[in-house]
């Protein structure tokens, strides 16, 4: 992230800023990718051949709902504890928005909602099936085609942010897709608002009665059998659409809104029967049925003896949502709020990282990091650098996920939706639930639950990290008008 910091009364040096920018941008070409090679761990020339890159991403799932992070949770996971024992588990991670859509996207830019300009929530038919993020903008994958070993790339999933002509997977860098469009779908007809919603590349296909989420994993496992045996290293994006909660819109006439699982979780993992009413243990059969799916994925890559040259990251696209609706079950204990919002609950989220014999295993990472630095993780993985001139606001967490550093690569975090305002610096977070209000102040380190705000306490603090929010939306309005000029 390329930022200039500067407090109030900087006015002249502010202007000095903004005109040198075009200078900066115009250096980009240079300085990144000189970074980028020059980073450590991550070096694919240090290794007999390229790793290959794994993304797992889950729907709405609670930081409080693994029994990892919430001692209190009856959820059972034990392909998700596997991961957390063999690798890392991040307890500072951060989505860069707490919504789907926007939160997918900056994923896949490495760009935070407000760069890339999709920092909304596609809804209906119209907007999913539309133009969505913008065709300007560069993938994950058309990242990595541009490394010196030929990458397969494939994406299992929920898309989410848009299906025009030229904003689909596979004209965005991907060699295939098998998903759904829309942000939300019938686990078993894959339906969304009355329309049936599932592709295989860009034709609609019908898995009428697999679930979902068994059906994702298995097109990735069958991607990564093929692309294995062939001698190829390959990257994988499988955003399951798991746990998402169950919408009225997309059901037939007389079928039930209930969380959907296979009917043997029910009756094997939690002796329950299929018909069971009560949504809060549907609920956590839902999850254990994505933690099945999960642990599939897993035990190919060891079939095939590649999990040791494979680097696998795992997190939920935003925390779980808490807004007072019969279907907001899932939970964030012990942050508070959730989905749509900026307070911790909406933006922390569980995460996990394997990469044997370079991440620790059973390591916790309290270092914070976000979702946007996974395209940097994967451009130096692959060895493929960043495009000239690209601006991003991820950077390399490898160092940190390694354990060489326990120093965030990032001096600060922006967060930005809807009426909804955060920025966190070091341990010191301001937040507020509209632009009007007075921004209230945490210490996370201390108030992980956001209880007391020190606002009043430490005015001039409050200052300086409101000085960096309005910097921060300065540097990003000057970037946007740079790229039209």
Not at 168 to 192: A, K, Q, W
Request: hydrophobic share 40%; with cysteine.
């Amino acid at each position: 992230m390329y930022r200039v910091l500067l407090l109030p009364g900087n006015d002249s040096l502010r202007a000095v800023i903004r005109a040198l920018l075009p200078v900066i941008r115009a250096l980009l070409p240079v300085i990144v990718p000189v970074m980028v090679s020059a980073c450590g761990s991550g070096d694919p020339a240090k290794s007999a051949s390229p790793p290959n890159i794994l993304i797992i991403t889950v729907d709405n799932l609670g930081y409080g709902d693994l029994h990892c992070y919430h001692a209190a949770s009856p959820v059972q996971t034990p392909n998700i504890d596997r991961l957390a024992a063999e690798g890392a588990r991040l307890t500072s991670f951060y989505t860069a928005s707490p919504t789907c859509t926007a939160s997918r996207a900056a994923l896949l830019t490495g760009r935070i909602p407000q760069r890339n300009k999709l920092d909304y929530q596609l809804g209906g038919i119209e907007g999913n099936y539309g133009t969505g993020l913008s065709h300007s903008e560069i993938l994950i994958p058309q990242i990595i085609k541009q490394a010196p070993a030929h990458y397969a790339t494939g994406a299992f999933g929920k898309w989410n942010i848009g299906f025009a002509p030229g904003s689909r997977p596979t004209e965005r860098g991907f060699d295939e897709f098998l998903g759904h469009v829309s942000g939300n779908i019938d686990y078993y007809t894959h339906v969304y608002m009355g329309k049936h919603d599932l592709y295989h590349n860009t034709e609609e296909i019908y898995r009428t009665g697999e679930y979902s989420p068994d059906l994702f994993a298995g097109a990735a496992i069958d991607f990564i059998r093929e692309k294995t045996g062939n001698d190829e290293p390959w990257f994988v994006y499988l955003p399951f659409n798991a746990p998402h909660f169950p919408n009225a819109a997309n059901k037939a006439p007389g079928q039930a809104t209930i969380w959907q699982a296979p009917d043997w979780v029910f009756r094997d993992v939690y002796g329950l029967s299929p018909d069971e009413p009560d949504p809060y243990k549907r609920y956590r059969a839902v999850i254990t049925a994505l933690d099945h799916a999960i642990g599939d994925v897993m035990q190919v890559l060891d079939s095939l003896n590649i999990a040791d040259n494979t680097f696998l990251f795992l997190f939920s696209d935003n925390g779980a949502f808490r807004l007072g609706r019969d279907v907001d079950i899932g939970i964030n204990d012990p942050l508070r709020g959730g989905g749509v919002t900026c307070w911790e609950g909406g933006l922390r989220v569980p995460a996990f990282a394997r990469w044997p014999g370079k991440i620790a295993a059973g390591s916790v990472i309290s270092t914070p990091l976000w979702s946007p630095d996974l395209l940097v993780a994967s451009a130096i993985l692959s060895g493929a650098g960043l495009p000239e001139g690209l601006v991003v606001d991820g950077r390399d967490p490898l160092p940190v996920l390694t354990g060489q550093s326990a120093v965030s690569p990032h001096p600060f975090f922006f967060f930005q939706y809807r009426q909804h305002a955060a920025l966190r610096r070091g341990a010191w977070k301001i937040v507020r639930t509209a632009p009007g209000q007075p921004w209230q102040l945490y210490n996370l380190e201390d108030d992980l639950s956001e209880t007391t705000d020190r606002s009043v306490e430490l005015p001039g603090l409050v200052v300086q990290l409101d000085s960096l929010f309005r910097l921060e939306q300065q540097e990003i309005l000057a970037s946007h008008e740079q790229s039209v000029q």
